[in-house]
């Protein structure tokens, strides 16, 4: 299903199996097909490009991803390559998911974990989604971005478990300003070198956190190059 290159795997092939396999028990005879009609998105002042350009646009749209992967940081390239699908609305149905799935594949593929877009978010995915289509694309990519942050910090919580005895004392996370009155750096930096992914941390709601062994282990790597 995927056409197989060490830099780039997108194909129109491979977009049409992902939305065969989101359509397929619901939808069987478009599955897999471009659409033929025209067609309106309820809720968005977008209106889809005419079934004819189609085949056109997907071959520009893949084009471009591989042009992108060179061009974009990696979290920047999915969101960008959702929100171009979800606008070219190549299918019948099954759109937004396919854009989804494909979106997820490339950051996988860069190491990053799925994304999920929370119940609670929706009204806010579907509002960025709609500024892309008016050429603001930021707002979409810093939403990617913070839910690309949400699923780390998720995965990163149960790495280290909590301290039960004085010999994990220094595994267990606890807040910047906790570490900063142990150590000769502010809060405020080591909040930096966690954002510059020197320093082994991440958010628990809205508060940064990291471990004591954490910080040992950049200043040791902070003397190996010196």
């Not at 005879?29 to 085949?55: F, M, Q, W």
């Not at 699923?151 to 004392?169: F, H």
């Not at 510059?196 to 990291?210: A, D, F, I, Q």
Request: hydrophobic share 35%; glycine share 4%.
């Amino acid at each position: 299903m995927i056409e197989h290159d060490r830099r780039h795997t997108v194909s129109q092939h491979l977009i049409r199996s992902l939305q065969q396999m989101v359509v397929r028990e619901t939808d069987t005879k478009n599955a897999g097909t471009y659409r033929t009609g025209n067609v309106l998105i309820t809720g968005s002042s977008h209106t889809p490009p005419d079934a004819h350009e189609i085949p056109h646009l997907m071959r520009q749209f893949v084009r471009w991803m591989k042009a992108g992967v060179e061009k974009y940081h990696p979290v920047e390239l999915a969101a960008l390559a959702h929100h171009r699908l979800v606008h070219i609305h190549p299918f019948v149905d099954g759109n937004g998911r396919t854009a989804r799935l494909l979106m997820n594949l490339l950051l996988m593929q860069q190491g990053y974990p799925l994304v999920t877009i929370l119940k609670n978010d929706r009204r806010k995915y579907y509002d960025v989604l709609d500024q892309a289509d008016k050429g603001k694309q930021a707002p979409l990519v810093r939403f990617i971005a913070q839910s690309v942050e949400r699923s780390l910090n998720l995965y990163l919580k149960v790495l280290v478990p909590r301290a039960r005895n004085e010999a994990s004392q220094a595994k267990r996370y606890m807040p910047l300003s906790e570490i900063a009155k142990n150590s000769s750096y502010s809060a405020k930096y080591l909040n930096l070198l966690i954002r510059s992914g020197k320093l082994e941390g991440h958010k628990e709601r809205r508060n940064w956190v990291s471990s004591l062994e954490a910080l040992k282990d950049y200043e040791k790597n902070r003397l190996r190059k010196r």
